[in-house]
């Protein structure tokens, strides 16, 4: 059964960092890409980021690309999701997937930018 759990999410200052964390289970890992979206309120569910199976390729969004970073531990089962310089319009849920075929998504974290 895939699962995949997201952590690390709460309140950051505007220019604040904060790191998240995505748990897998139920499937090989470490032969997938791995993606982080986000979905901010009243808005669609918008790509964030992606890393390739070995880490070694990754995709950001024009507008997280420079302040956020996406890489993976393949021996821990983990994507992670390092973001910096915050903007209030970073506020969201972000949420995990895995695209295995069929896409498997996490339940989401939530990410307060506020002073």
């Known amino acids: 059964q895939v699962q995949l759990v997201e952590s690390g999410g709460g309140l950051v200052q505007p220019g604040g960092s904060l790191r998240l964390s995505c748990a897998a289970s139920?499937?090989?890992?470490?032969?997938?890409?791995m993606s982080w979206f986000r979905q901010a309120p009243g808005k669609e569910r918008e790509f964030v980021a992606s890393?390739?199976?070995?880490?070694?390729?990754?995709c950001y969004s024009d507008s997280v690309k420079g302040r956020f970073t996406i890489y993976r531990d393949n021996a821990k089962n983990t994507v992670y999701l390092q973001m910096s310089s915050h903007k209030p319009e970073d506020t969201a849920v972000y949420y995990c997937k895995a695209s295995l075929g069929k896409d498997y998504w996490g339940k989401g974290t939530l990410v307060t930018v506020s002073s």
């Open positions: 890393i390739s199976r070995a880490g070694g390729s990754t």
């Open positions: 139920g499937f090989t890992f470490r032969i997938y890409p």
